[in-house]
């Protein structure tokens, strides 16, 4: 399929396959190799130098070679004794040595594999008996046999790295397993080791082990002290949120001292207190709410969309304060012109993972002119499209499992749904079909001109040169960010325009770019993820029959969402939810020739509103992000994604971290250069 978000597989995990996966692991861990396992440092392991004498040169192929093995071992102690993602082994003559401190295990202890595998907090929550018994029969055997290996390769025995390989996520069992192999050294000076290991490491160590200028940089690059933050909500702004929607002021969790001085944002709709409460707020009725909130945007009558109202709770017969009020939202960021100079994007939005909104970036595209439905039907009308289809314009809303047919004979298993935190709760994927592309024009053209539409048609996520084969000149990279990020996707999006993305985020630097009608973000920073209760979602795919034109919710899927939200915004509930309240929004519009930018991981709900031409065309590029993140995690922040851009870093922090701003840094970032 089209579909790029990320998603994680139960069929993998039900419970014969489950048993069969941990007693192979427990019982022959003799034959599971390290270079499988999830590994949560670096691991380094050294040569025994003891018995070789000092002048030995550093391998058979430098025989002029100045350095010899014990330079190489020694200068690599020396400059990773202090580093905390390195795990520093070496061979001796009765086993491995642990020569560095790694957690609360001081060097010169014995080995403990735990320490490896789940030593960081973000990876405790994983643990489990059987995890800690898999790891250390496994980390034993096969650093034992690496230990007592017979390499004729003096070089390769000298020194090898095993390199970090971040928890798998997308599995839902304790222990999850990634491929990446040992790496051996085959360099020819101390200077080479440091650099090796540096590179396998991603870390940024100097021969005496002080930490590089460019280390000193991205040391500086901490979600608290660096990345743009948003406002904080205070204490009496959530209570107030509360109160408006009847609920009670005491469930507002302690946001901080944060200022009450706030403007008032625009209202965001009704509330209603269900399941027995009593109350009701003013305002519109809740089937209202999904669309209101955007009625200032509409460049036409849109009518508006219906809601599920139907809530899922732990507990149905529990009162439940739901509501479609948040805290005052705040512009996403000061508007730009065209002539954005890519150094100003770099130092005050890309470096600070900062959204922007550039007016007029693609105004000068030919796709403004060129892209229209008489055009795009007569140059791609016979290329085959696979078509997203919605029975009200909602797409990947938050549903409740009991809804939908086969809940009453689908089953996860015991030991995966307890890792759900919401496994009543499902995300509706919606029904989709394959037609030309002419056909699609002609379907929405048709919807468009009906109120309301019989249902909703849309080609999302879906590559350009898979649909429009020779039409990228006709989008060309906005300036702003032309050739300075590694693109991953480049994306078209087509619809009747009264569409309704739900909140997720995507784990990619974004820039979209508006061709035709308009579009308002409702975005919250990845600091906030806690607060929108990111985890694994179990699935549904609704189905159409399309010769009754009638939607049916049937289909429960083996299979989880990474990236979507359980909270709905037209209808929060903040019982079930209650830390959203500390959750501020940031709202950005574009329309026809505007581009946003949206570092990756920032939270998102896209309202689409159809322009004159009835019809809503945007493009976006996806590249690899700057900053990079593990998910599903609530706890995990923000890291420079130096694998990818170690190149880039040295350009973009000097002028984004200047000496005055960061006092900490004696040297500033001026010399962090490659």
């Known amino acids: 399929?089209?579909?790029?978000?990320?998603?994680?597989?139960?069929?993998?995990?039900?419970?014969?396959?489950?048993?069969?996966?941990?007693?192979?692991?427990?019982?022959?861990?003799?034959?599971?190799?390290?270079?499988?396992?999830?590994?949560?440092?670096?691991?380094?392991?050294?040569?025994?130098?003891?018995?070789?004498?000092?002048?030995?040169?550093?391998?058979?192929?430098?025989?002029?070679?100045?350095?010899?093995?014990r330079d190489v071992v020694e200068a690599?102690?020396?400059?990773?004794?202090?580093?905390?993602?390195?795990?520093?082994?070496?061979?001796?003559?009765?086993?491995?040595?642990?020569?560095?401190?790694?957690?609360?295990?001081?060097?010169?202890?014995?080995?403990?594999?735990?320490?490896?595998?789940?030593?960081?907090?973000?990876?405790?929550?994983?643990?489990?008996?059987?995890?800690?018994?898999?790891?250390?029969?496994?980390?034993?055997?096969?650093?034992?046999?690496?230990?007592?290996?017979?390499?004729?390769?003096?070089?390769?025995?000298?020194?090898?790295?095993?390199?970090?390989?971040?928890?798998?996520?997308?599995?839902?069992?304790?222990?999850?397993?990634?491929?990446?192999?040992?790496?051996?050294?085959?360099?020819?000076?101390?200077?080479?080791?440091?650099?090796?290991?540096?590179?396998?490491?991603?870390?940024?160590?100097?021969?005496?082990g002080s930490l590089t200028p460019l280390g000193r940089c991205l040391a500086a690059v901490t979600p608290d002290r660096f990345l743009f933050h948003p406002t904080r909500v205070s204490r009496s702004e959530a209570q107030a949120v509360l109160e408006s929607c009847g609920c009670a002021a005491n469930s507002a969790s302690d946001a901080g001292d944060a200022s009450d001085a706030f403007e008032s944002d625009e209202d965001m709709g009704s509330c209603k207190k269900s399941g027995g409460g009593s109350g009701e707020c003013s305002g519109q009725g809740r089937r209202d709410s999904g669309a209101s909130k955007y009625a200032d945007m509409q460049d036409t009558d849109v009518p508006a969309k219906g809601q599920n109202t139907k809530e899922a709770t732990a507990d149905s017969s529990s009162s439940q304060c739901i509501c479609n009020k948040t805290v005052a939202a705040e512009a996403a960021a000061e508007e730009a012109t065209e002539s954005l100079p890519q150094k100003r994007f770099i130092t005050q939005y890309l470096a600070l993972s900062r959204p922007v909104v550039v007016r007029g970036a693609a105004s000068h595209w030919p796709a403004r002119k060129k892209?229209?439905?008489?055009?795009?039907?007569?140059?791609?009308?016979?290329?085959?499209?696979?078509?997203?289809?919605?029975?009200?314009?909602?797409?990947?809303g938050v549903d409740s499992v009991a809804n939908w047919e086969d809940s009453a004979t689908f089953r996860i298993p015991d030991l995966v749904k307890a890792k759900l935190p919401f496994p009543d709760l499902v995300v509706v994927r919606p029904a989709f079909t394959d037609m030309t592309f002419a056909e699609l024009v002609d379907l929405i053209e048709t919807q468009a001109k009906k109120s309301p539409a019989d249902f909703s048609a849309y080609l999302e996520y879906t590559s350009l040169s898979q649909v429009f084969v020779d039409a990228e000149a006709d989008v060309p990279e906005p300036e702003f960010v032309a050739g300075l990020l590694e693109r991953e996707r480049l994306n078209v999006w087509f619809s009747d325009g009264r569409t309704l993305g739900k909140l997720h985020f995507d784990p990619f630097d974004n820039v979209l770019c508006q061709v035709s009608?308009?579009?308002?973000?409702?975005?919250?920073?990845?600091?906030?993820?806690?607060?929108?209760?990111?985890?694994?979602?179990?699935?549904?795919?609704?189905?159409?029959?399309?010769?009754?034109?009638t939607f049916r919710k049937k289909t429960l899927s083996d299979s989880t969402s990474m990236v979507m939200s359980p909270v709905d915004l037209a209808a929060i509930n903040y019982t079930r939810f209650p830390d959203f309240v500390n959750?501020?929004?940031?709202?950005?519009?574009?329309?026809?020739?505007?581009?946003?930018?949206?570092?990756?991981?920032?939270?998102?709900?896209v309202q689409s509103v159809p322009g004159d031409d009835l019809r809503n065309v945007a493009v976006n590029y996806w590249y690899k992000p700057l900053y990079d993140k593990e998910f599903p995690c609530q706890d995990c922040s923000l890291h420079p994604n130096v694998a990818v851009y170690r190149h880039l870093f040295p350009r973009i922090l000097p002028d984004a971290l200047p000496r005055s701003a960061m006092p900490h840094l004696a040297d500033g970032c001026d010399d962090a250069v490659l």
Request: aromatic share 8%; glycine share 4%; hydrophobic share 35%.
């Open 1 to 69: 399929t089209t579909t790029t978000r990320r998603r994680s597989s139960i069929t993998a995990m039900r419970l014969p396959h489950l048993v069969c996966i941990l007693f192979v692991a427990v019982s022959a861990a003799a034959a599971i190799d390290i270079s499988s396992l999830t590994i949560d440092r670096c691991v380094v392991v050294l040569g025994d130098v003891s018995s070789t004498a000092p002048g030995k040169p550093l391998g058979a192929d430098q025989p002029n070679s100045v350095h010899t093995n």
């Open 76 to 208: 690599v102690q020396s400059a990773f004794r202090q580093e905390p993602l390195v795990v520093l082994l070496q061979r001796t003559a009765s086993g491995l040595r642990q020569l560095n401190r790694v957690g609360n295990v001081a060097k010169d202890s014995p080995l403990d594999p735990e320490d490896l595998f789940f030593s960081s907090s973000a990876t405790a929550q994983h643990r489990s008996p059987v995890d800690a018994k898999i790891a250390q029969q496994t980390l034993l055997v096969n650093f034992s046999s690496v230990s007592s290996s017979d390499d004729s390769d003096d070089t390769q025995a000298l020194l090898t790295v095993y390199p970090h390989s971040p928890f798998e996520r997308s599995c839902l069992l304790s222990l999850s397993r990634q491929s990446h192999d040992a790496v051996p050294f085959r360099g020819s000076s101390p200077s080479d080791a440091v650099d090796f290991v540096n590179a396998h490491c991603h870390t940024h160590r100097s021969m005496v």
């Open 371 to 396: 892209w229209s439905n008489k055009e795009l039907r007569k140059r791609y009308g016979k290329h085959r499209v696979h078509v997203k289809l919605s029975p009200d314009g909602i797409y990947e």
């Open 517 to 549: 009608g308009r579009k308002r973000l409702t975005m919250f920073s990845p600091h906030v993820s806690a607060e929108l209760y990111e985890s694994h979602i179990p699935e549904a795919v609704m189905s159409f029959d399309a010769k009754t034109r």
């Open 583 to 605: 959750a501020r929004p940031y709202t950005a519009d574009i329309g026809p020739g505007d581009c946003l930018f949206m570092p990756a991981f920032w939270w998102h709900e």
